[in-house]
Protein backbone atom coordinates (compact mmCIF):
# COMPACT_ATOMS: atom_id res chain seq x y z
CA UNK A 1 0.00 0.00 0.00
CA UNK A 2 2.77 2.36 1.30
CA UNK A 3 5.11 1.62 -2.35
CA UNK A 4 1.79 1.82 -4.76
CA UNK A 5 1.39 4.97 -3.71
CA UNK A 6 5.16 6.03 -3.45
CA UNK A 7 5.38 4.95 -6.62
CA UNK A 8 2.22 7.03 -7.93
CA UNK A 9 3.89 10.14 -6.18
CA UNK A 10 7.39 10.03 -7.49
CA UNK A 11 6.25 9.06 -11.21
CA UNK A 12 3.20 12.23 -10.71
CA UNK A 13 6.52 14.64 -10.26
CA UNK A 14 8.60 12.71 -13.12
CA UNK A 15 11.75 11.15 -11.17
CA UNK A 16 13.07 8.19 -11.40
CA UNK A 17 13.92 5.91 -8.07
CA UNK A 18 17.55 7.10 -8.57
CA UNK A 19 16.82 10.71 -8.78
CA UNK A 20 14.24 10.23 -5.59
CA UNK A 21 16.77 8.50 -3.14
CA UNK A 22 19.40 11.01 -4.35
CA UNK A 23 17.13 14.20 -3.87
CA UNK A 24 15.81 12.52 -0.75
CA UNK A 25 19.31 11.08 0.64
CA UNK A 26 17.83 8.04 1.12
CA UNK A 27 19.27 4.61 -0.20
CA UNK A 28 18.05 3.58 -3.93
CA UNK A 29 18.00 -0.14 -3.10
CA UNK A 30 15.55 0.26 0.21
CA UNK A 31 13.41 2.96 -2.08
CA UNK A 32 12.86 0.07 -4.69
CA UNK A 33 11.95 -2.43 -1.79
CA UNK A 34 9.31 -0.29 -0.62
CA UNK A 35 8.01 0.19 -3.76
CA UNK A 36 7.88 -3.05 -4.64
CA UNK A 37 6.32 -4.49 -0.81
CA UNK A 38 9.86 -6.55 -0.25
CA UNK A 39 9.95 -3.99 2.48
CA UNK A 40 7.02 -2.96 4.22
CA UNK A 41 7.41 -0.72 6.82
CA UNK A 42 9.15 1.61 6.45
CA UNK A 43 10.54 4.10 9.08
CA UNK A 44 8.80 7.58 9.65
CA UNK A 45 12.24 9.16 8.81
CA UNK A 46 12.57 7.84 5.77
CA UNK A 47 8.46 8.35 5.25
CA UNK A 48 9.40 12.37 6.20
CA UNK A 49 12.47 12.27 4.33
CA UNK A 50 10.51 11.23 1.07
CA UNK A 51 7.54 13.16 1.76
CA UNK A 52 9.15 16.61 1.90
CA UNK A 53 11.05 15.63 -1.26
CA UNK A 54 7.67 14.87 -2.75
CA UNK A 55 5.96 18.07 -1.37
CA UNK A 56 3.61 15.82 0.19
CA UNK A 57 2.75 15.04 3.75
CA UNK A 58 3.56 11.55 5.54
CA UNK A 59 -0.29 10.51 6.02
CA UNK A 60 -0.55 10.90 1.86
CA UNK A 61 2.43 8.33 1.12
CA UNK A 62 0.52 6.22 3.99
CA UNK A 63 -2.99 6.68 2.41
CA UNK A 64 -4.71 4.72 -0.80
CA UNK A 65 -5.49 6.69 -3.55
CA UNK A 66 -9.44 6.06 -3.16
CA UNK A 67 -8.78 7.27 0.57
CA UNK A 68 -6.94 10.98 -1.35
CA UNK A 69 -9.77 11.14 -3.25
CA UNK A 70 -11.81 10.82 -0.33
CA UNK A 71 -9.97 13.30 1.64
CA UNK A 72 -11.09 15.76 -1.29
CA UNK A 73 -15.02 15.88 -0.72
CA UNK A 74 -16.44 19.19 -1.28
CA UNK A 75 -18.56 20.55 1.72
CA UNK A 76 -22.16 20.95 0.44
CA UNK A 77 -24.62 24.10 1.04
CA UNK A 78 -25.78 21.72 3.96
CA UNK A 79 -22.77 21.19 5.18
CA UNK A 80 -21.74 25.09 5.25
CA UNK A 81 -24.94 26.01 6.73
CA UNK A 82 -24.37 23.53 9.47
CA UNK A 83 -20.67 24.71 10.51
CA UNK A 84 -21.46 27.98 9.78
CA UNK A 85 -24.36 27.85 12.66
CA UNK A 86 -22.45 25.82 14.99
CA UNK A 87 -19.59 29.04 14.73
CA UNK A 88 -22.32 31.56 14.97
CA UNK A 89 -23.50 29.68 18.50
CA UNK A 90 -19.91 29.21 19.65
CA UNK A 91 -18.63 26.24 18.81
CA UNK A 92 -14.73 25.96 18.79
CA UNK A 93 -12.64 23.97 17.42
CA UNK A 94 -11.92 22.15 20.25
CA UNK A 95 -15.68 21.77 20.85
CA UNK A 96 -15.88 20.08 17.46
CA UNK A 97 -13.36 17.40 18.12
CA UNK A 98 -14.17 16.54 21.61
CA UNK A 99 -17.72 15.79 19.15
CA UNK A 100 -16.68 14.09 17.38
CA UNK A 101 -14.39 11.76 19.14
CA UNK A 102 -17.55 11.64 21.59
CA UNK A 103 -19.70 9.92 18.09
CA UNK A 104 -16.57 7.78 17.72
CA UNK A 105 -16.58 6.42 21.31
CA UNK A 106 -20.43 6.25 20.85
CA UNK A 107 -19.67 4.05 17.64
CA UNK A 108 -17.11 1.73 19.01
CA UNK A 109 -19.40 1.12 22.43
CA UNK A 110 -22.33 0.43 20.29
CA UNK A 111 -20.40 -1.85 18.10
CA UNK A 112 -19.15 -3.24 21.18
CA UNK A 113 -22.61 -4.04 22.59
CA UNK A 114 -24.40 -5.49 19.51
CA UNK A 115 -21.77 -8.11 20.13
CA UNK A 116 -22.22 -9.23 22.81
CA UNK A 117 -25.86 -8.83 22.91
CA UNK A 118 -26.77 -12.48 20.96
CA UNK A 119 -25.16 -14.06 24.52
CA UNK A 120 -27.42 -11.63 26.73
CA UNK A 121 -30.18 -12.75 24.55
CA UNK A 122 -29.65 -16.62 24.77
CA UNK A 123 -28.94 -16.21 28.62
CA UNK A 124 -32.80 -14.31 28.57
CA UNK A 125 -34.23 -17.00 26.66
CA UNK A 126 -32.75 -19.84 28.93
Known amino acids: MVGERLRELRMKKGYSISELAELAGVSKSYLSYIE?????????????????????????????????????????????????????????????????????FRKWKDAKNQKTNPILEDKQND
Open 36 to 104: RDVQKNPSLQFLRKIATTLETEVEDLLGTPSEMQAKKLIVDDEWNKLLNKAILEGMSKKDFIEFRDYLK
